[in-house]
C-alpha cells in the first residue's frame, strides 16, 4: 500500500538515478547483493520493459538481462527487430534476493514490501524515460506497475491502462520458459511471448 511507501532521494537524471540507487537501505536486499542493478537504455525509449530482479550473473555483472533469462529476451528482441538500445531495460526490484545453497546462489521471489519499497525507483524511472508503452514480464513487474496482484493470464492479450494513462502490456518472465521441459509447450510458450513483445513495440512505434 501507498503507506508503506516512504519518500527517498530523487533524481533528475537516469545517471543520477542510478547514483542515488546504489545508495538505497529501503529494504534489506542490499546488504547481501553484490551491487544494485538500475535500468538501462534510452532515456526518451519509446518501449519500457520490466522484468522482476536481477539474477545471479546480473548482481556480479551490475547490468540487467545479461544471464540466460536475457540471453533469451536478446533472441526474442532479434527477433522482433527491437534493436536492445532503442528500449528501456529494466526490474521492479534492484537488487538480488537469493538463497546460499553451497557455492550456488539460488533466486528468490521478492516479496509485496521489498517490490513497494523498490517502486520509489522504478516510478523515477518511468518519470525520466517516460515511456510510450510499458511491457511487464511476469507477476513481480505487473504487481510493481499496477500497484496491486493480478495474474498475469487474466491481463494477456489486453491492453491495460495505469493511472497516468500509459498503456501496460502484460506477459510471461522469460525464464518461465527457461523452465518449461515440454518442446512442444516451450514452443507454443514462446511463440506467446513474441507476439506479446511485437504487439508492445508496434503499439509504442
Ligand atoms: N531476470 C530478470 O527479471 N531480470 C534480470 O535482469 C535478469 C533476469
Known sequence: SPATRIPGPEAGTLPGLAVAEAECTRCPLYKSATQVVPGEGRSRARLMIVGEQPGDREDLAGHPFVGPAGRLLDEALEETEIPRDSIFLTNAVKHF???????????????????????????????????????????????????????????????????????????????????????????????GFIGDLSRAWRLAN
Open 97 to 191: 534476493k537469493f538463497e546460499r545453497r553451497g557455492k550456488r546462489r539460488l533466486h528468490k521471489r521478492p516479496n509485496v514490501g521489498e517490490i513497494e519499497q523498490c517502486r520509489w525507483w522504478l516510478e523515477q524511472e518511468r518519470k525520466l524515460v517516460s515511456p510510450v508503452v510499458l511491457l511487464a514480464m511476469g507477476a513481480t513487474a505487473v504487481r510493481a506497475l499496477m500497484g496491486r496482484s493480478t495474474a498475469v493470464s487474466a491481463l494477456r492479450g489486453k491492453i491495460c491502462t495505469l493511472e497516468d494513462a500509459t498503456p501496460l502490456i502484460a506477459t510471461i518472465h522469460p525464464s518461465y520458459l527457461l523452465r518449461i521441459r515440454d518442446p512442444e509447450s516451450r514452443a507454443k510458450e514462446r511463440d
